[in-house]
Structure formats: C-alpha cells, structure tokens
C-alpha cells in the first residue's frame, strides 16, 4: 500500500497588507481584516513576520490576529532577547525563526544553523517548553539540515527564494539545481522526522510545481498573494492558490 499523501496546508503571510498601511501612518487597510478574509477563502494559518524595525507587522498587530483569528498564527522573528519574549507572551501556535537584516529588503536567504547553532539552541529550547511549534527558516543544504535536526526543532521551512528567482528570470540550469537542493533537502528533512515546510518567492506555477511534493505540507506565501490581490481581490487570489496547490498535489 503506498502511504497517503498529506494534505498541503496554506499560510498567508498579511506583512505587505500592513506594509500598504504603514504607508500613510493611518490603520488602512488593516492586516487583520485581511487575514480574516484569507480564512473566510480556505487558507490554513496566517503568517506575519515582526521585524525588529516594525517595518510592517507592529506589536498590536500580532496580538489582534492571535485574539481574533480562529486559524493558527505562525510568528516569524528574528531569534533576539525581546522577540523571544514577546512571542512567550503571545503564545502563537507557531514560531519561524529567521534571519533579519535591517538593510534587507526582505529574508534574503534562510537562517545558517550551522553556524549559529550556540546562539539558536536556548531560543529553541524556550520556544518549545513555551508549547510553540518551533521552525527554523533554512537553505536546503544537508549540513543545514543535520543543524536544525539536531537543535531539536521539530520543523524546517526551506527557503525557495532562489529556485523562485531563477524560474521568474528564466535560468533554467539554475533554477534546476535549486529544485533539485529544495527535492533533495525536503527527502533528507523528513528522513530526521523533521516536518517541511517551504515558502519565499512562490507564485502560482511554483506553488503548484512545489506541492508535488509529498514531503512538504505547508507553503507559507506573502508577497504575490498580496500584490496579485490589487487586481483580482485578496478571497479569489487564495481561491486561485488553493487550487494551484491543489492541481500539484494531485500529482504528488
Ligand atoms: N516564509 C518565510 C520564513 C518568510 O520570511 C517569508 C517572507 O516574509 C515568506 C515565507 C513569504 O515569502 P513571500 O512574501 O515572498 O511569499
């Protein structure tokens, strides 16, 4: 009997809605009311990231869509002092640790684990006695990998970011070898039993492209969704994902 598939869920990452808001200082349009319209359509999650500069998500923000949304809300943050404490008070049912540079335009690549494992490991540690899903936001690296599984986080989101890049610039020699590290990785993530997740940079075709694997059961998608909402509103653009998702589950 070959083992079922499990079901690909969902996450709508609402930063850029609070982006547009921040624009002009004011509380339009709210990233809460999005999110809440992103469950009403059939997503899984919210996802909203607090940078340290509070250049979108703001502290209010996170506690609104904890109290007011009825779908788990994945936190990503940097692993600092004041985040850690802040999503030990929040209680989200998630955590996605990831890499900040406040002269980034966004999490360029994915966390090195390797490297700071010394620093990761209590972060971890307190996330989980905290009862908070711990993710670590990575590159699809073995050694990457091997670091997560071994600071004990039960999941990894592997960075699609750069196969995402190289497939909307058309470098096809690349964009293959990224797919095949993203393939590879998620095989090796699930072989420590470690749950995958993926996202940065997915847009329909690479969702769907993605989706066919059964290794990965989360996407956590921000940025086209929000911008592919201006044209066709926020419910039909998670429609449209959903049934992407949907088509390339079909053929994992
Ligand atoms: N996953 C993580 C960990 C991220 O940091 C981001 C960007 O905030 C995303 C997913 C979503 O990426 P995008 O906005 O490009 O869809």
Not at 229 to 244: H, K, N, Q, S, Y
Request: aromatic fraction near 4%.
């Amino acid at each position: 009997m070959p083992t079922p598939v499990p079901r690909l869920r969902l996450g709508v990452n609402i930063d850029h809605v609070a982006t547009i808001r921040n624009a002009r200082g004011g509380r339009h349009p709210d990233p809460v009311r999005a999110a809440k319209l992103a469950v009403a359509a059939g997503c899984d999650g919210i996802t909203a990231h607090l940078r340290e500069d509070r250049r979108h998500i703001r502290d209010d923000d996170i506690a609104r869509l904890k109290a007011e949304i009825d779908k788990p809300l994945n936190m990503e943050m940097a692993a600092t002092e004041e985040m850690l404490r802040i999503a030990i008070a929040t209680r989200p049912h998630a955590v996605c640790l990831v890499p900040e540079k406040r002269t980034e335009r966004t999490t360029e690549g994915g966390l090195d684990a390797v490297k700071h494992k010394a620093e990761l490991k209590p972060v971890v540690y307190a996330l989980k006695h905290a009862g908070i899903r711990v993710s670590l936001f990575i590159g699809a690296q073995p050694a990457q990998i091997e670091a997560a599984a071994e600071l004990g986080a039960p999941v990894v989101e592997l960075h699609t970011g750069s196969w995402c890049d190289a497939l909307m610039t058309e470098r096809a020699a690349e964009a293959n070898a990224e797919w095949e590290l993203l393939h590879a990785g998620a095989v090796l993530a699930q072989s420590f039993g470690l749950e995958v997740h993926a996202g940065h940079g997915l847009d329909y075709a690479s969702a769907e492209t993605i989706a066919a694997l059964p290794q990965v059961v989360e996407l956590n998608i921000g940025h086209f969704l929000i911008g592919e909402a201006v044209f066709e509103g926020l419910a039909e653009t998670v429609r449209f994902m959903r049934a992407a998702m949907d088509r390339g589950r079909g053929r994992a």
